[in-house]
């Protein structure tokens, strides 16, 4: 089975620093690799599809890039709204699986 | 808007059974392949299972092979979690998640969850 290893576990960050998450898989999955976002005591919500294809409605300081075994998300300017957890997740084939999470704080 | 509703969460027993519900709104259903996905207490997102549009195939992870089964019902909307024989490791809230394809995919809408514990 592929691994999805995140980087870091956890981070604090102030408003408007630049943020920079890590996704490692263990295997090449080329780009089937999505980015949610989810916040304290709620459902996740989808950032970034296909490695770096942005989902409708998610602001533009998000980004993502990478291919095969190595993916980056990136928020240009970090919003109070943006703590929470970010989880990557490979969906090369039906076994989905998800990273461990990166816990994002202010 | 597309409106996923996960129901029958509850306390159960060790060894017991459960039935979960995802009632769908706002889009084709029947168009879509659906996902469970599960999150232990202050633990991160486990994917649990994926079910094709039209249930011709379904995938489950590890854990729960040979004890939940994942179903649908196009006529009716709604998606289905059968679980058997639940453990403590089963306590989790369970998403239920459409996916963006026919088949597997990321999951672009999302539940609010329904939460599971496992208990005597």
């Known amino acids: 089975d592929i691994q999805m290893t995140q980087s870091p576990s956890s981070l604090s960050a102030s408003v408007g620093d630049r943020v920079t998450i890590t996704c490692r898989a263990s295997?090449?999955?080329?780009?089937?690799l999505a980015w949610y976002h989810q916040k304290p005591g709620k459902a996740p919500e989808l950032l970034i599809y296909?490695?770096?294809t942005l989902q409708s409605g998610v602001p533009s300081r998000f980004s993502g890039s990478g291919s095969g075994t190595h993916f980056t998300l990136t928020i240009s300017s970090l919003q109070p709204e943006d703590v929470g957890t970010y989880y990557c997740q490979k969906y090369n084939r039906a076994l989905i699986t998800f990273g461990g999470g990166t816990k994002v704080e202010i | 808007q597309v409106q996923l509703v996960e129901s029958g969460g509850g306390v159960v027993q060790p060894g017991r059974s459960l039935r979960l519900s995802c009632a769908a709104s706002g889009f084709t259903f029947s168009g879509y392949g659906m996902h469970w996905v599960r999150q232990a207490p202050g633990k991160g997102l486990e994917w649990v299972a994926v079910i094709w549009y039209d249930a011709s195939n379904k995938y489950y992870t590890d854990s729960v092979k040979g004890r939940f089964t994942i179903s649908r019902d196009n006529s009716k909307n709604t998606l289905y979690l059968q679980m058997n024989s639940l453990t403590a490791e089963d306590t989790a809230v369970y998403y239920c998640?459409?996916?963006?394809?026919?088949?597997?995919?990321?999951?672009?809408?999302w539940g609010q969850g329904t939460l599971v514990t496992v208990s005597s």
């Open positions: 998640a459409r996916a963006s394809s026919r088949g597997y995919s990321y999951g672009d809408y």
């Open positions: 295997q090449g999955i080329t780009n089937y």
């Open positions: 296909a490695a770096s």
